[in-house]
Protein backbone atom coordinates (compact mmCIF):
# COMPACT_ATOMS: atom_id res chain seq x y z
CA UNK A 1 0.00 0.00 0.00
CA UNK A 2 3.08 2.41 0.91
CA UNK A 3 6.09 3.92 -1.12
CA UNK A 4 8.75 5.83 0.86
CA UNK A 5 7.82 6.61 4.58
CA UNK A 6 9.00 9.26 6.85
CA UNK A 7 8.58 8.83 10.60
CA UNK A 8 7.68 12.68 12.32
CA UNK A 9 6.78 11.52 15.78
CA UNK A 10 6.08 9.11 18.61
CA UNK A 11 2.61 9.08 19.77
CA UNK A 12 1.71 7.20 23.37
CA UNK A 13 5.01 4.79 22.30
CA UNK A 14 2.80 4.64 18.19
CA UNK A 15 5.52 5.72 15.26
CA UNK A 16 3.21 8.45 13.54
CA UNK A 17 4.55 7.98 9.56
CA UNK A 18 3.56 10.22 6.07
CA UNK A 19 3.71 8.69 3.10
CA UNK A 20 4.87 10.57 0.43
CA UNK A 21 1.66 10.04 -1.59
CA UNK A 22 0.29 12.24 1.36
CA UNK A 23 1.80 15.30 0.31
CA UNK A 24 -1.04 14.76 -2.63
CA UNK A 25 -4.30 15.50 0.27
CA UNK A 26 -2.34 17.95 1.82
CA UNK A 27 -1.90 20.56 -0.63
CA UNK A 28 -4.88 19.61 -2.29
CA UNK A 29 -7.12 20.28 0.82
CA UNK A 30 -5.12 23.42 1.65
CA UNK A 31 -5.71 24.63 -1.69
CA UNK A 32 -9.49 23.93 -1.22
CA UNK A 33 -9.94 25.47 1.79
CA UNK A 34 -7.80 28.23 0.95
CA UNK A 35 -9.67 28.92 -2.53
CA UNK A 36 -13.25 27.48 -2.02
CA UNK A 37 -14.59 27.29 1.48
CA UNK A 38 -13.17 29.98 3.33
CA UNK A 39 -14.00 32.76 0.81
CA UNK A 40 -17.39 31.44 0.46
CA UNK A 41 -17.90 31.31 4.50
CA UNK A 42 -16.38 35.07 4.93
CA UNK A 43 -16.29 36.73 1.71
CA UNK A 44 -13.84 40.06 1.79
CA UNK A 45 -10.71 39.04 3.22
CA UNK A 46 -7.07 39.07 1.86
CA UNK A 47 -5.58 35.97 -0.44
CA UNK A 48 -2.82 36.07 2.38
CA UNK A 49 -5.92 35.67 5.22
CA UNK A 50 -7.20 32.58 3.17
CA UNK A 51 -4.25 30.80 2.73
CA UNK A 52 -3.13 31.22 6.14
CA UNK A 53 -6.52 29.67 7.24
CA UNK A 54 -6.39 26.67 4.69
CA UNK A 55 -3.14 25.63 6.06
CA UNK A 56 -4.26 26.09 9.80
CA UNK A 57 -7.00 24.08 8.78
CA UNK A 58 -5.32 21.46 6.86
CA UNK A 59 -2.96 20.56 9.54
CA UNK A 60 -6.11 20.48 12.45
CA UNK A 61 -7.57 18.29 9.66
CA UNK A 62 -4.88 15.83 9.79
CA UNK A 63 -4.08 15.87 13.43
CA UNK A 64 -7.61 14.57 13.68
CA UNK A 65 -6.99 11.93 11.49
CA UNK A 66 -4.04 10.99 13.74
CA UNK A 67 -6.03 11.33 16.61
CA UNK A 68 -8.68 8.78 15.06
CA UNK A 69 -5.78 6.11 14.22
CA UNK A 70 -4.73 6.94 17.90
CA UNK A 71 -7.83 5.50 19.42
CA UNK A 72 -8.10 2.20 17.21
CA UNK A 73 -4.04 1.87 18.04
CA UNK A 74 -4.50 2.16 22.17
CA UNK A 75 -7.99 -0.39 22.08
CA UNK A 76 -5.52 -2.93 20.17
CA UNK A 77 -2.31 -2.27 22.75
CA UNK A 78 -5.18 -2.79 25.00
CA UNK A 79 -5.72 -6.51 23.95
CA UNK A 80 -2.64 -7.33 22.77
CA UNK A 81 -2.99 -6.72 19.23
CA UNK A 82 0.35 -5.67 17.59
CA UNK A 83 0.42 -2.33 16.20
CA UNK A 84 3.26 -1.12 13.85
CA UNK A 85 2.11 2.67 13.63
CA UNK A 86 0.17 5.50 12.02
CA UNK A 87 0.68 6.01 8.54
CA UNK A 88 -0.91 9.07 6.78
CA UNK A 89 -1.01 8.50 2.99
CA UNK A 90 -3.24 9.85 0.14
CA UNK A 91 -6.51 8.26 1.68
CA UNK A 92 -6.22 9.73 5.06
CA UNK A 93 -4.56 7.80 7.54
CA UNK A 94 -4.25 3.84 8.77
CA UNK A 95 -3.38 2.55 12.01
CA UNK A 96 -1.09 -0.32 10.62
CA UNK A 97 -2.20 -4.31 12.37
CA UNK A 98 0.17 -6.97 12.89
CA UNK A 99 -2.11 -9.35 12.43
CA UNK A 100 -6.24 -9.82 13.04
CA UNK A 101 -8.26 -9.22 15.92
CA UNK A 102 -8.67 -12.43 18.39
CA UNK A 103 -12.00 -12.45 18.79
CA UNK A 104 -15.49 -10.26 17.50
CA UNK A 105 -15.15 -8.44 20.77
CA UNK A 106 -11.80 -7.10 19.80
CA UNK A 107 -12.72 -6.20 16.65
CA UNK A 108 -15.87 -4.60 17.55
CA UNK A 109 -14.13 -2.50 20.21
CA UNK A 110 -11.01 -1.47 18.21
CA UNK A 111 -13.21 -0.25 14.82
CA UNK A 112 -15.77 1.64 16.99
CA UNK A 113 -13.17 3.62 18.91
CA UNK A 114 -11.98 5.42 15.92
CA UNK A 115 -15.31 7.32 14.93
CA UNK A 116 -16.42 7.81 18.59
CA UNK A 117 -13.04 9.88 18.82
CA UNK A 118 -14.02 11.49 15.82
CA UNK A 119 -17.49 12.45 16.77
CA UNK A 120 -16.12 13.28 20.54
CA UNK A 121 -13.88 15.29 18.98
CA UNK A 122 -16.34 17.12 16.63
CA UNK A 123 -18.35 18.14 19.48
CA UNK A 124 -15.15 19.40 21.10
CA UNK A 125 -14.60 22.08 18.18
CA UNK A 126 -18.45 22.71 17.58
CA UNK A 127 -18.41 24.14 21.45
CA UNK A 128 -15.36 25.63 21.22
CA UNK A 129 -16.55 27.31 18.05
CA UNK A 130 -19.82 28.42 20.20
CA UNK A 131 -18.19 29.83 22.92
CA UNK A 132 -15.52 31.67 21.20
CA UNK A 133 -18.41 33.10 18.88
CA UNK A 134 -20.34 34.44 22.01
CA UNK A 135 -16.84 35.75 23.59
CA UNK A 136 -16.32 37.94 20.61
CA UNK A 137 -13.57 36.11 18.91
CA UNK A 138 -11.70 36.86 15.22
CA UNK A 139 -14.62 35.52 12.76
CA UNK A 140 -11.24 33.76 11.05
CA UNK A 141 -10.91 31.69 14.12
CA UNK A 142 -14.17 30.80 14.29
CA UNK A 143 -14.74 29.07 10.85
CA UNK A 144 -11.85 27.40 11.27
CA UNK A 145 -12.64 25.69 14.29
CA UNK A 146 -16.91 25.53 12.84
CA UNK A 147 -15.06 23.62 10.20
CA UNK A 148 -13.08 21.27 12.45
CA UNK A 149 -16.57 20.50 13.42
CA UNK A 150 -18.03 19.53 10.98
CA UNK A 151 -14.89 17.66 8.81
CA UNK A 152 -14.68 15.48 11.88
CA UNK A 153 -18.63 14.71 12.58
CA UNK A 154 -17.72 13.99 8.41
CA UNK A 155 -14.67 11.71 8.76
CA UNK A 156 -16.68 9.80 11.22
CA UNK A 157 -20.06 9.42 9.21
CA UNK A 158 -17.57 8.15 6.50
CA UNK A 159 -15.71 5.53 8.11
CA UNK A 160 -18.97 4.18 9.68
CA UNK A 161 -20.51 3.14 6.33
CA UNK A 162 -20.76 -0.96 6.46
CA UNK A 163 -18.21 -1.10 3.65
CA UNK A 164 -14.80 -3.00 4.54
CA UNK A 165 -12.45 -2.00 5.34
CA UNK A 166 -13.58 1.03 6.77
CA UNK A 167 -14.75 1.45 10.21
CA UNK A 168 -18.19 0.50 9.84
CA UNK A 169 -17.57 -2.59 7.79
CA UNK A 170 -15.46 -3.98 10.56
CA UNK A 171 -18.05 -3.77 13.20
CA UNK A 172 -20.55 -5.43 10.51
CA UNK A 173 -17.62 -7.85 9.99
CA UNK A 174 -17.67 -8.30 13.95
CA UNK A 175 -20.79 -8.92 13.93
CA UNK A 176 -20.97 -11.71 11.31
CA UNK A 177 -17.98 -13.40 12.90
CA UNK A 178 -19.69 -13.60 16.36
CA UNK A 179 -22.88 -14.77 14.57
CA UNK A 180 -21.22 -17.20 11.97
CA UNK A 181 -18.21 -18.35 14.19
CA UNK A 182 -16.12 -18.03 11.12
CA UNK A 183 -13.93 -15.08 10.42
CA UNK A 184 -13.27 -15.94 6.52
CA UNK A 185 -16.69 -16.20 5.78
CA UNK A 186 -17.49 -13.05 7.90
CA UNK A 187 -14.65 -11.11 6.03
CA UNK A 188 -15.86 -12.28 2.74
CA UNK A 189 -19.43 -10.87 3.53
CA UNK A 190 -18.25 -7.64 4.51
CA UNK A 191 -15.29 -7.53 2.07
CA UNK A 192 -17.99 -8.13 -1.09
CA UNK A 193 -20.33 -4.93 0.49
CA UNK A 194 -17.14 -3.27 0.60
CA UNK A 195 -16.17 -3.88 -3.06
CA UNK A 196 -19.74 -3.01 -4.20
CA UNK A 197 -19.42 0.35 -2.35
CA UNK A 198 -15.97 1.07 -3.97
CA UNK A 199 -17.72 0.42 -7.33
CA UNK A 200 -20.67 2.64 -6.32
CA UNK A 201 -18.09 5.74 -5.85
CA UNK A 202 -16.45 5.04 -9.11
CA UNK A 203 -19.85 4.96 -11.14
CA UNK A 204 -20.56 8.25 -8.82
CA UNK A 205 -17.03 9.63 -10.00
CA UNK A 206 -18.02 9.05 -13.63
CA UNK A 207 -21.64 10.92 -13.09
CA UNK A 208 -19.92 13.83 -11.58
CA UNK A 209 -17.45 13.74 -14.87
CA UNK A 210 -20.17 14.59 -16.92
CA UNK A 211 -21.41 17.54 -15.09
CA UNK A 212 -18.12 18.81 -15.34
CA UNK A 213 -17.38 18.23 -11.72
CA UNK A 214 -13.74 17.21 -12.76
CA UNK A 215 -12.21 17.61 -9.33
CA UNK A 216 -15.08 15.49 -7.09
CA UNK A 217 -14.93 12.94 -9.82
CA UNK A 218 -11.52 12.26 -9.71
CA UNK A 219 -11.51 12.05 -6.16
CA UNK A 220 -14.77 9.69 -5.94
CA UNK A 221 -12.84 7.78 -8.63
CA UNK A 222 -10.31 7.16 -6.96
CA UNK A 223 -11.74 6.41 -3.70
CA UNK A 224 -13.89 4.13 -4.86
CA UNK A 225 -10.64 2.34 -6.53
CA UNK A 226 -8.53 2.08 -3.36
CA UNK A 227 -11.39 0.72 -1.04
CA UNK A 228 -12.16 -1.87 -3.54
CA UNK A 229 -9.03 -2.75 -3.62
CA UNK A 230 -8.39 -2.58 -0.25
CA UNK A 231 -11.31 -4.42 0.76
CA UNK A 232 -10.27 -7.45 -1.49
CA UNK A 233 -6.61 -7.12 -0.32
CA UNK A 234 -8.07 -7.48 3.11
CA UNK A 235 -9.81 -10.57 2.19
CA UNK A 236 -6.63 -11.86 0.80
CA UNK A 237 -4.62 -11.32 3.93
CA UNK A 238 -7.06 -13.20 6.23
CA UNK A 239 -7.43 -16.22 3.64
CA UNK A 240 -3.07 -15.81 3.78
CA UNK A 241 -3.16 -15.48 8.00
CA UNK A 242 -5.48 -18.38 8.05
CA UNK A 243 -3.56 -20.64 5.85
CA UNK A 244 -0.37 -19.96 8.19
CA UNK A 245 -2.00 -20.66 11.32
CA UNK A 246 -0.78 -23.07 12.99
CA UNK A 247 1.68 -24.74 10.42
CA UNK A 248 6.09 -24.37 11.55
CA UNK A 249 8.56 -23.16 9.48
CA UNK A 250 10.33 -26.11 9.81
CA UNK A 251 7.22 -27.12 6.79
CA UNK A 252 8.42 -25.52 4.12
CA UNK A 253 12.10 -24.06 4.60
CA UNK A 254 14.80 -24.47 2.47
CA UNK A 255 17.23 -27.06 4.64
CA UNK A 256 20.13 -26.75 1.93
CA UNK A 257 21.10 -23.09 1.95
CA UNK A 258 23.85 -21.53 -0.36
CA UNK A 259 26.79 -20.41 1.75
CA UNK A 260 29.64 -18.38 1.53
CA UNK A 261 32.89 -19.17 3.64
CA UNK A 262 33.98 -16.42 5.93
CA UNK A 263 37.86 -16.85 4.59
CA UNK A 264 36.76 -16.99 0.71
CA UNK A 265 37.85 -13.80 -1.06
CA UNK A 266 35.95 -11.42 -2.79
CA UNK A 267 37.60 -12.13 -6.12
CA UNK A 268 36.28 -15.70 -5.46
CA UNK A 269 32.73 -14.41 -3.68
CA UNK A 270 32.00 -12.36 -7.34
CA UNK A 271 32.63 -15.23 -9.78
CA UNK A 272 31.62 -18.25 -8.17
CA UNK A 273 28.36 -16.77 -6.61
CA UNK A 274 27.32 -13.51 -7.30
CA UNK A 275 27.47 -14.36 -11.08
CA UNK A 276 26.40 -17.66 -10.15
CA UNK A 277 23.32 -17.31 -8.68
CA UNK A 278 20.63 -14.58 -8.37
CA UNK A 279 21.20 -13.07 -4.95
CA UNK A 280 21.67 -10.20 -3.84
CA UNK A 281 22.79 -11.59 -0.52
CA UNK A 282 24.25 -14.72 0.93
CA UNK A 283 25.05 -16.19 4.45
CA UNK A 284 28.27 -16.30 5.68
CA UNK A 285 29.81 -19.30 7.84
CA UNK A 286 32.27 -20.41 9.82
CA UNK A 287 33.68 -24.42 10.85
CA UNK A 288 30.44 -26.66 10.40
CA UNK A 289 27.98 -23.87 9.52
CA UNK A 290 28.30 -21.90 12.13
CA UNK A 291 26.57 -18.20 11.29
CA UNK A 292 29.05 -15.70 10.83
CA UNK A 293 27.26 -12.53 9.25
CA UNK A 294 25.82 -12.17 5.46
CA UNK A 295 27.40 -10.36 3.03
CA UNK A 296 25.64 -8.78 0.09
CA UNK A 297 26.57 -7.14 -3.64
CA UNK A 298 26.55 -3.31 -1.86
CA UNK A 299 29.13 -4.71 0.73
CA UNK A 300 31.57 -6.15 -2.55
CA UNK A 301 31.20 -2.66 -3.56
CA UNK A 302 33.09 -1.04 -0.85
CA UNK A 303 36.14 -2.57 -1.84
CA UNK A 304 37.94 -1.69 -5.25
CA UNK A 305 37.33 -3.85 -7.79
CA UNK A 306 41.75 -4.64 -8.05
CA UNK A 307 41.84 -4.91 -4.36
CA UNK A 308 38.83 -8.68 -4.51
CA UNK A 309 41.53 -10.99 -5.05
CA UNK A 310 43.44 -9.80 -1.52
CA UNK A 311 40.39 -9.05 0.29
CA UNK A 312 38.35 -11.84 2.26
CA UNK A 313 34.87 -11.76 2.69
CA UNK A 314 34.36 -11.70 6.45
CA UNK A 315 35.96 -8.37 6.25
CA UNK A 316 32.58 -7.21 4.92
CA UNK A 317 30.61 -9.03 5.81
CA UNK A 318 27.73 -7.32 8.29
CA UNK A 319 26.35 -9.35 11.73
CA UNK A 320 23.42 -10.68 11.69
CA UNK A 321 21.21 -9.77 14.35
CA UNK A 322 17.78 -11.35 16.20
CA UNK A 323 15.71 -9.40 13.32
CA UNK A 324 17.35 -11.63 10.72
CA UNK A 325 16.86 -14.90 11.98
CA UNK A 326 13.79 -17.21 13.47
CA UNK A 327 13.92 -20.51 14.86
CA UNK A 328 12.84 -23.62 12.87
CA UNK A 329 9.81 -24.53 15.45
CA UNK A 330 8.88 -20.63 15.13
CA UNK A 331 5.05 -19.99 13.82
CA UNK A 332 4.25 -19.25 10.27
CA UNK A 333 2.32 -16.16 10.72
CA UNK A 334 5.11 -14.93 12.84
CA UNK A 335 7.95 -15.46 10.58
CA UNK A 336 5.79 -13.08 7.71
CA UNK A 337 5.11 -10.58 10.69
CA UNK A 338 8.94 -10.18 11.05
CA UNK A 339 8.84 -9.87 7.52
CA UNK A 340 6.59 -7.11 7.55
CA UNK A 341 8.07 -5.55 10.35
CA UNK A 342 11.63 -5.53 9.01
CA UNK A 343 10.73 -4.78 5.42
CA UNK A 344 13.03 -8.41 4.24
CA UNK A 345 12.04 -11.19 2.44
CA UNK A 346 14.07 -13.84 3.71
CA UNK A 347 15.48 -15.37 7.40
CA UNK A 348 17.38 -17.16 8.55
CA UNK A 349 16.45 -20.54 10.49
CA UNK A 350 18.98 -20.90 12.91
CA UNK A 351 19.31 -23.00 15.97
CA UNK A 352 22.23 -21.83 18.51
CA UNK A 353 24.13 -20.24 16.01
CA UNK A 354 24.13 -22.79 13.71
CA UNK A 355 22.53 -22.03 10.43
CA UNK A 356 20.14 -24.95 9.28
CA UNK A 357 18.10 -23.05 7.02
CA UNK A 358 16.43 -19.90 4.54
CA UNK A 359 12.79 -19.08 4.60
CA UNK A 360 11.61 -16.81 1.78
CA UNK A 361 8.61 -14.46 1.55
CA UNK A 362 7.90 -16.56 -1.76
CA UNK A 363 8.36 -20.14 0.12
CA UNK A 364 5.45 -18.87 2.11
CA UNK A 365 3.22 -17.52 -1.09
CA UNK A 366 3.86 -20.64 -2.45
CA UNK A 367 3.05 -22.76 0.55
CA UNK A 368 -0.33 -20.65 0.45
CA UNK A 369 -1.00 -20.95 -3.60
CA UNK A 370 -0.15 -24.57 -2.56
CA UNK A 371 -2.77 -25.14 0.55
CA UNK A 372 -5.38 -23.11 -1.83
CA UNK A 373 -5.24 -25.24 -4.86
CA UNK A 374 -6.20 -28.57 -2.97
CA UNK A 375 -8.88 -26.58 -1.48
CA UNK A 376 -7.81 -24.99 1.33
CA UNK A 377 -7.42 -28.62 3.24
CA UNK A 378 -8.92 -28.83 6.53
CA UNK A 379 -9.52 -25.13 6.46
CA UNK A 380 -11.84 -25.21 3.44
CA UNK A 381 -10.76 -21.71 2.31
CA UNK A 382 -13.46 -20.31 -0.11
CA UNK A 383 -11.64 -17.83 -3.35
CA UNK A 384 -13.02 -13.77 -3.43
CA UNK A 385 -15.38 -13.49 -6.22
CA UNK A 386 -15.67 -9.81 -5.91
Known amino acids: MFGRRITLFKLFGFEVRVDASWLIIAALVTWSLALGLFPALLPGLTRRAYWQMGIIGAVGLFLSIIIHELFHSLVARRFALPMRGITLFVFGGVAEMGSEPQSPKVEFLMAAAGPLASIGLGGLFYGFARWARMDGWDPQIIAILAYLAWINWLLAAFNLIPAFPLDGGRVLRAALWHFQKDIVHATRTAALIG ?124 PYSEKDTVSPDTDALKVFSKMQESGVSKLLVTDRDHLIAIVSLKDLLRFVARKLDLGGGPLGLPRYTG
Not at 209 to 228: E, P, Q, V
Not at 277 to 284: G, L, R, S
Request: proline share 4%; hydrophobic share 45%; aromatic share 14%.
Open 195 to 318: SGFGILLMVLGIYRLFFGDLISAIWYFLIGLFLRGASKASYEQVIFQQALAGESVQRFMHTQPITVPADLSIQRLVDEYLFRYNFKAFPVVRDTDRLAGCVTTQDVKQIPKEEWPSHRVEEVAK
